[in-house]
């Protein structure tokens, strides 16, 4: 339908596009009482991340439920070997989820720059800049998988018994890729643009699509890993088409814009996707390391523990997104208020929500913590049947990982404010202590020194060393101000 509206409004036949406007009326407004109209500038820091983190957890539960319920449905209605084979590509849908939330952060934290600065026409033009540069990029993703699908597959830790099934997963995941990044990308802006409600409602509604056809799919239709693959696939596009009629039709300030065809403006564009990639790549960061984390882990796992650890593990692979996606609703949350008032220079402001959103990941670690401590045999129950080897081996496993909840989410916090203050060496560098520096040999050499149970603990003493060196290096930085302040005064 949007094409053609699209094709109607080229040919000027305004009438037919009236009176298909006055129709659609009623529709328009209520998707325009979804928005906020948030005063980053000057409205009240608390209010400002309670109007953005609650819609912004419920979008990111649904997900977490979403991943639940997908591992259940797969693991329960195919198999534990179909579980791992999902964890086997699991590695890169997070690559490609990385690549959107990279794009998407770096166009946010410069779109909230320019809006700060009144240039709503910079703003349009950075995100269209960044759905092309994804568009591109994702096409290339789609085209070396079809090409190369089982050299890829064994790169992930695949092995004989699971190449069937991984293989089918990867091929009917690969439609919905490009309308994934378009939800990706368009999470960070929808909420810069004022409307953190209609952000939630695409997440919702992608999450309940693909809850119901994971198991229309799975029980009813018996289409095993392949229809649960379809259903991502479907989901994703539902969730992609969202966010386009949004910038098309419901958006504030940021819609799409034609980017000039001249030299010097190409120059430009490719200025521009070099930043926000620059702003946002501790993001890819996060979602790479959690590939590596998930392909050293399988590796480790199969090596010690054999196809039956590596289904352990895979319970461990889709509770550590959830973490990550609470941590990172705080993290997002705080961004557009600390990218908005950093670009108006009011560092006041811009430490007051620093503090706000260290309170809040402080209560979300704790709370997935606790969760995880004491619910250890409910949640692999949920994803492996009572009686399998791999139930016990995550079920002891579980409470060892939830030790990693606490600092995960206050590293998140931290490098998300680094982010939003354009300082994308220390966001870089502290993503890569804690997803590729320490975890790594953390899987190799914890195993040796206190058996099985190691390989559980190199993740919570990952993120435990990294977070010493934030809170060391951000207490220095303090200190020298507070000496630099006296010696001028």
């Known amino acids: 339908m949007i094409v053609v509206i699209c094709t109607l409004r080229d040919f000027s036949i305004m009438t037919i596009f009236a009176a298909w406007s006055a129709r659609m009326e009623p529709i328009f407004y209520n998707f325009d009482r979804m928005k906020d109209k948030l005063d980053f500038g000057k409205g009240d820091i608390g209010r400002l991340f309670r109007a953005i983190f609650f819609p912004t957890l419920i979008g990111m539960v649904f997900n977490s439920a979403l991943n639940i319920f997908d591992g259940m449905f797969v693991g329960h209605g195919v198999g534990s070997e179909a579980l791992a084979a999902v964890n086997i590509v699991a590695p890169l849908f997070l ?94 802006l929808i909420r810069l643009d004022g409307s953190p409600r209609y952000a939630m409602a695409v997440q919702v509604v992608g999450a309940v699509l693909n809850i119901f056809l994971d198991w229309l799919m799975v ?58 990639a620059r702003i946002g790549f501790a993001t890819f960061i996060a979602e790479l390391a959690m590939g590596v984390m998930m392909v050293t882990g399988n590796f480790m796992f199969l090596s010690r523990l054999g196809e039956a650890g590596v289904a352990a593990f895979s319970v461990g692979c889709y509770l550590f997104p959830i973490m990550f996606s609470i941590s990172n609703a705080v993290a997002q949350s705080a961004q557009p208020i600390i990218s908005f008032n950093y670009g108006a220079r009011d560092m006041g402001r811009v430490s007051q929500a620093l503090r706000v959103a260290l309170f809040a990941a402080c209560c979300c670690g704790a709370v997935v913590a606790a969760v995880m401590w004491g619910g250890s045999g409910l949640l692999t129950s949920v994803f492996i049947n009572h009686g399998e080897a791999a139930y016990d081996i995550a079920s002891g496993g579980v409470p060892l990982l939830g030790l990693c909840a606490l600092p995960f989410a206050l590293n998140i916090t931290f490098i998300g404010y680094y982010q939003s203050c ?68």
Not at 102 to 119: C, E, K, P, T, W
Not at 252 to 273: E, H, M, S
Not at 441 to 447: I, K, N, Q, S, W
């Open 95 to 188: 690559i490609c989820a990385g690549i959107g939330l990279m794009f998407g952060i770096g166009a946010s934290v410069a779109g909230s720059i320019r809006l700060a600065d009144g240039n709503v026409g910079g703003a349009r033009l950075i995100m269209t800049q960044a759905y092309m540069a994804g568009a591109v990029i994702f096409g290339l993703v789609i085209l070396v998988s079809l090409l190369f699908t089982r050299p890829l597959l064994y790169a992930l830790g695949c092995s004989p018994a699971l190449e069937a099934q991984a293989t089918d997963y990867l091929l009917w995941l690969l439609p919905g890729l490009m309308f994934f990044y378009l939800q990706c990308a368009g999470m960070m």
């Open 219 to 276: 029980f009813p239709l018996g289409m095993g890993i392949k229809g649960a693959s379809i259903a991502t696939s479907i989901s994703c596009a539902g969730a992609g088409l969202m966010v386009i009629a949004y910038f098309l039709f419901f958006s504030d300030k940021l819609k799409f814009c034609r980017q000039p065809l001249t030299k010097v403006a190409l120059k430009g564009a490719l200025r521009n996707i070099g930043y926000m």
């Open 422 to 489: 354009e300082r994308s060496t220390r966001s870089i560098v502290y993503m890569l202590l804690r997803g590729l520096v320490f975890v790594v040999p953390g899987f190799v050499l914890l195993p040796r020194l206190i058996g099985v149970e190691g390989l559980w603990l190199a993740i919570p003493l990952s993120e435990t060393l990294t977070l010493m060196v934030i809170a060391a290096a951000y207490i220095a930085r303090r200190q020298k101000r507070r000496r630099t302040r006296s010696q001028n005064l």
